[in-house]
């Protein structure tokens, strides 16, 4: 006889005001992974629009706003624009190792330094080395941490770290949960750019469907670099939609000369990334 599957208790938080768009509030639902049936519970809930933060999983669950849509690269039949070609080109030498979810002190000083030029006075630049090893060790998933290095001049020795990312191994793909990279690199540009095309490409390589990509903030300029994939496909009421070409090239064409000439990753002080610990919990109504 088997036990019964325990059907998870959700929570909401506390509104506060939204990160990404100014004027608006924002709230979250949120369920806790544990367990020998966690990493199946995170599929189940990914697939449906959350995203792992820790041992939670959350998605936008806002009163007066619908801004945040849940979108995912089509692996198979991505196809690379000229820049990102370009990109793939420059940044091809750099060496990408699949590492265990720990912490380190080298990837904790590039956070710092990526976080004081891209995202000062956010929420996630008071973080100190014990609450970066929370984010990256606290998981209940399948998860690792994707470096990439210079190459070294002895070919021997670890070259110069210069990004990473935190990702989790879903059934049906990759969900990239959080990246940093070198925002000041005197000769590499695109940096958290190549490191979404390298997710891509790597899922293609493992039989994938789909690299997800988080939230798409209409409206917010530093969430509007990933519309620059497709085919995207986007996550309404009824399911699963592949965004049309047509629609596509319009975000593209809007997006170009926002505040995003390298892909920004989720910044942690909102809907994508936030530590555990600044969820406020309390029990829905």
Not at 28 to 42: C, I, M, Q, S, Y
Not at 199 to 221: C, F, Q
Not at 237 to 256: K, M
Request: net charge negative; aromatic share 10%.
């Amino acid at each position: 006889m088997t036990a019964p599957v325990r059907f998870p208790r959700f929570f909401v938080t506390s509104p506060a005001p939204c990160p990404y768009l100014p004027g608006k509030s924002e709230r979250k639902v949120f369920t806790e992974l544990k367990g020998p049936h966690a990493d199946a519970l995170n599929d189940a809930l990914g697939r449906i629009g959350f995203r792992r933060s820790q041992t939670v999983a959350y998605r936008p669950s806002c009163l007066d706003c619908s801004a945040c849509v849940s979108v995912r690269v089509v692996t198979e039949e991505f196809a690379p624009s000229s820049t990102q070609r370009r990109n793939i080109r420059r940044n091809k030498d750099l060496v990408a190792t699949v590492c265990r979810p720990w912490s380190t002190t080298e990837q904790y000083e590039l956070l710092q330094s990526y976080l004081g030029v891209r995202h000062p006075g956010g929420g996630m630049t008071a973080m100190d080395d014990v609450d970066f090893a929370d984010m990256v060790e606290h998981s209940p998933v399948t998860s690792y941490v994707i470096e990439y290095r210079e190459p070294s001049e002895d070919g021997v020795t670890p070259g110069r770290l210069v990004g990473a990312c935190l990702t989790d191994r879903q059934a049906d793909g990759l969900s990239m949960i959080y990246s940093f990279y070198d925002p000041e690199h005197e000769t590499r540009s695109g940096l958290g750019n190549y490191i979404i095309l390298d997710h891509i490409s790597r899922a293609a390589e493992m039989d994938l469907s789909y690299v997800y990509l988080g939230y798409w903030v209409h409206g917010s300029p530093r969430m509007q670099y990933k519309v620059r994939y497709r085919p995207l496909e986007k996550l309404t009421r009824e399911g699963w939609e592949r965004i049309p070409a047509d629609e596509q090239d319009e975000l593209i064409a809007a997006s170009v000369g926002s505040n995003s000439k390298d892909a920004v990753p989720p910044d942690g002080s909102g809907k994508d990334g936030v530590p555990g610990g600044q969820i406020q919990y309390r029990v829905a109504d």
